[in-house]
């Protein structure tokens, strides 16, 4: 297991020993700073712990104060090669951004802002991108390398930039390591982590779609985070942001490191199926993702709804309470003991009931 130093973003510290948080980025315009700040309270609802929006310019830099105004989260302001956004950013009262020191011109530039950051506690990221290292600039054509030597390459960058900041005393420093490949990023990521002590950002960039991004996320997040490698992610879908922090969660949830939710399991489904599974799992997410009552008192609760009375009861007999159904009713059970008979038209009505009694009963008796 990796150890990292300790970072403040907003009210959150990072690190090890700490929550991994859950970030996710607007795809907004930031000079409309009413539609963003409507995304991210989106966000908020969703989870999302710390929301990034993109900086391209100096309109976008003076929104970020409106912006701040009407959100509840950390605003991490996501620039480039202009210093002078940076410092304004950090003005308008953002509390992290990302940024590259070497990119942004002459070190009298980043003095600048590291005063900035100092004085206003706020933190920075530096992020490396595989599509576009420094590297790639020194090669014509096509690049042809292992992963090992494309994590060689990324992890060198990352440690150049961060090396600006160590010189200058910064040490509240994010650093991601990112490309649209499981190999890269899971050897980059790997061996900086070896090699520092400066927490990780962690994500695939460009996952893709919602199927083959959630698939290729899942595998790179989850082997990282296994090691205890990454003190904030972000599921990179070509989606709602909203939907990349429900993903995010999940992949935290299997890994047993956060819980938001319920525990939901359900079978597959076979030819002794008789009731609706599908239909009656996803009304019972709708109804619980959409009422954050409900979310607080289902979040860690173990919810069973399986499709038949052969196995369902024994399948889920560690669930608090589920279903197994039969033809066009199910065997309502907790605890794997078989309690009675329910029509399926009330399955959902019921479950979400009992989540209220199971709920409000554990939190009770945490008191």
Known sequence: MYKTREV???????????????????????????AT?????????????????????MQA???????????????????????????EAVKQGVDKVRINPGNIGAIANTKEVVKACLDHGVAIRI????????????????????????????????????????????KNVVVSLKSDDFARTLKANELFASQSDIPLHI???????????????????????????????????????????RTAYEILKALHLRQYGPNLISCPTCGR????????????????????????????LKIAVMGCAVNGPGEARD?????????????YFEKGQTLFKLPQEKWVDFLIEKIREFG???HTEGK
Not at 10 to 23: F, I, M, N, S
Not at 152 to 167: C, G, S, T
Request: hydrophobic share 40%.
């Open 61 to 87: 830099a003076l929104a970020l104060g409106e912006i701040k105004k009407r959100i509840h989260s950390p605003l991490v302001a996501d620039i480039h090669f202009d210093y002078k956004l940076a410092l």
């Open 37 to 57: 700040a409507a995304q991210i309270c989106a966000l908020e609802n969703a989870g999302c712990e710390i929301n990034r929006v993109a900086v391209p310019d």
């Open 127 to 170: 992020g490396v991108n595989a599509g576009s290292v420094k590297y790639l600039k020194s090669v014509a054509g096509q690049v042809d390398l292992s992963d090992d030597k494309w994590a060689e390459v990324m992890v060198q960058e990352a440690l150049e930039q961060a090396n600006i900041l160590e010189q200058l005393n910064f």
């Open 319 to 331: 669930a608090a309470f589920g279903i197994a159904g039969g033809r066009g009713e199910g065997l």
């Open 8 to 34: 403040k973003v907003g009210p959150y510290t990072l690190g090890t020993g700490h929550p991994v948080r859950v970030q996710s980025m607007c795809n907004t315009d930031t000079r409309n700073p009413q």
């Open 360 to 362: 409000k009963q554990s």
């Open 203 to 245: 994500g695939l960039t460009e996952a893709g779609s919602f199927l083959s991004g959630t698939v290729k996320s899942a595998i790179a997040l989850g082997t990282l985070l296994q090691k205890g490698i990454g003190a904030t992610i972000r599921v990179s879908l070509t989606e709602d942001p909203a939907l990349q922090v």
């Open 273 to 300: 199926t008789q009731v609706d599974v599908a239909g009656t799992v996803k009304e019972l997410e709708k109804r619980i993702y959409s009422d954050k009552e409900l979310l607080r008192l289902s979040t860690g």
